[in-house]
């Protein structure tokens, strides 16, 4: 099989993992002209990226994309903690994590079965593109729920999710930017309804909490809640389709594997974190330089553009040994998966129980594992790797 041309050619890649190994080994930071970013592939360079006081997770002189400026959707991204530096987001940026934090398991994984339950059931028979709905459309039936949506409106949120995902992505068309100013509008219509009726009772919803959060850290503007509530839904929703659909690909890829797990169901949040590990869903993340200086070593100047290669990271042997072993009983395992820094993501929990209830309930149904993962095709995207539950040529393109 041959190296993909590139870093970004890489997520969509059959086999990414053999090209990933040659950069970390050959060369670990290297300024791709054809991309025009530095990259970074060793975990030791990985972090220093990831943890530079020098870098920006968006480009100095674009803090918005211009293709969203003037749209609900900037306004969304505007506010976004997960988009934004400073000491002024700051309080916000903890209030995020504190509402995170008191999330309990039980009730994401209830939330997690019920719905994997009602979606898989929505599919019989189990048709390609029912699959592929299910594993994008399970995070946000479980999050939004969590954040007080109501039932009604759950199908309905998480096409304005697809939408709103879609209209943000580098390689979107103008008409994929459309569709997504379109869905911001729906979702913050929708948000701000949730906030309003959450202000007038009290209620134990995650939009309440994270309105008592925000309060808390004196960032309690209505816009800011209601963007961020939107990137509890954002930030989960191809993660976390990814992890799903790569969980069935490790499974069918690993015979004595799938027989522990038959065996023994408990084993499977072992497989989670084993495939966020060695099949990331999160394949790289970018950063800028808001000034000339040293990064990872290597000198740069403002502006310059980082591409962080997480995936090659977290197979790097300095960090796991025999990181192309597949090994869910591995002690002392490291991932960049969810970042590093003051960017990392606080949703690693949220993800993992959310993946392991739809393979659960994906087993349960009766499907075939091993069929499912014989033909992989992987969701168009420039950072996230999803295997895609059905046979290409199937494909959904509404998705």
């Not at 530096?85 to 209830?110: F, L, N, W, Y």
């Not at 459309?137 to 309905?156: D, K």
């Not at 070593?297 to 090659?312: H, K, P, R, S, T």
């Not at 659960?360 to 499912?372: H, K, N, P, T, Y």
Request: glycine share 6%; proline share 7%.
């Amino acid at each position: 099989m041959t190296f993909p041309p590139d870093p970004i050619a890489a997520v969509i890649h059959p086999d990414p993992y053999p090209y990933y190994a040659d950069l970390v080994a050959r060369k670990p930071i290297y300024h791709d002209e054809t991309l025009g970013l530095w990259v970074a592939s060793s975990a030791a360079l990985v972090r220093a990226v990831l943890t530079s006081d020098i870098c920006r997770v968006r480009p100095l002189k674009e803090p918005i994309p211009k293709a969203l400026l003037g749209s609900p959707a900037a306004s969304i991204f505007g506010h976004l903690v997960r988009m934004n530096d400073g000491e002024r987001h700051d309080p916000c940026k903890q209030a995020v994590q504190a509402c995170m934090q008191s999330i309990e398991e039980h009730s994401i994984a209830e939330l997690g079965h019920k719905w994997a339950h009602f979606l898989l059931g929505e599919s019989q028979p189990q048709t390609a593109s029912r699959l592929q709905d299910f594993a994008f459309h399970l995070p946000v039936y479980v999050i939004a729920s969590l954040l007080g949506v109501p039932q009604e409106e759950l199908h309905h949120t998480a096409l304005w999710i697809s939408d709103y995902v879609r209209g943000l992505a580098p390689a979107s068309t103008p008409a994929q930017v459309e569709q997504g100013k379109v869905a911001s509008r729906h979702l913050l219509d929708l948000f701000h309804a949730l906030l309003s009726r959450h202000q007038a009772r009290l209620d134990n919803s995650l939009l309440a909490g994270l309105a008592l959060e925000a309060k808390r850290a004196r960032c309690a503007e209505t816009e800011v809640i209601v963007a961020n509530g939107i990137g509890f839904l954002s930030q989960a929703y191809e993660a976390t389709a990814g992890l799903i659909g790569n969980t069935v690909v490790a499974l069918a890829s690993h015979r004595s594997v799938r027989e522990q797990v038959a065996a023994d169901p408990c084993l499977l949040r072992l497989v989670i974190e084993e495939v966020l590990r060695y099949d990331s869903p999160a394949q790289n993340t970018r950063r800028f330089l808001a000034q000339d200086g040293r990064v990872a070593g290597q000198a740069m100047q403002e502006g310059d553009g980082i591409l962080v290669i997480l995936a090659a990271a977290n197979r790097d042997p300095a960090l796991n040994p025999n990181p192309e072993r597949f090994d869910m009983l591995r002690r002392d395992r490291h991932m960049f998966t969810f970042g590093a820094g003051p960017h990392a993501c606080p949703g690693a929990t949220l993800a993992a129980l959310i993946a392991q209830a739809g393979v659960e309930e994906l087993m349960a149904s009766g499907a075939d594992l091993e069929q499912l993962g014989a033909t992989v095709a992987y969701y168009p995207s420039v950072a996230v790797r999803i295997a895609l539950l059905f046979h290409p040529t199937s494909y959904n393109s509404r998705l």
